[in-house]
Nanobody, 124 residues
Framework: QVQLVESGGGLVQAGGSLRLSCAAS????????MGWFRQAPGNEREFVAA????????YYADSVKGRFTISRDNAKNTVYLQMNSLKPEDTAVYYC?????????????????WGQGTQVTVSS
């Protein structure tokens, strides 16, 4: 099991940027594929981005491709989500999640450990 703590959320105007961080502790961070998900009020939790254990492979939801970048620093046990050109529809609670397997997944139920979430609000 790994413990995850997100930070970096906030209020930003449309077109602005935010960088989310997710700090991990408890197990060997480099042994986990990491993902970012988000959940808006009344909606199901949805996939945003994921990164392989080494960081060599990434995958994005179509809605954020070209605007968001996921990265990780295994020496710092941290995964990041750089969000640029933000839109009001990006407003949600953003969660990071960990999966102790090699291949990337976009499915909520295939991630074992979750952070508490950080709120991102984009005003128009």
């Amino acid at each position: 099991q790994v413990q995850l703590v997100e930070s970096g959320g906030g209020l930003v105007q449309a077109g602005g940027s935010l960088r989310l961080s997710c700090a991990a502790s408890g197990r060997t961070f480099s042994g986990y594929t990491m993902g970012w998900f988000r959940q808006a009020p009344g909606n199901e939790r949805e996939f945003v981005a994921a990164i392989s254990r080494s960081g060599s492979s990434t995958y994005y939801a179509d809605s954020v491709k070209g605007r968001f970048t996921i990265s990780r620093d295994n020496a710092k046990n941290t995964v990041y989500l750089q969000m640029n050109s933000l839109k009001p529809e990006d407003t949600a609670v953003y969660y990071c999640a960990a999966r102790p397997l090699t291949w990337i997944s976009t499915t909520v139920k295939e991630y074992d450990d979750w952070g508490q979430g950080t709120q991102v609000t984009v005003s128009s």
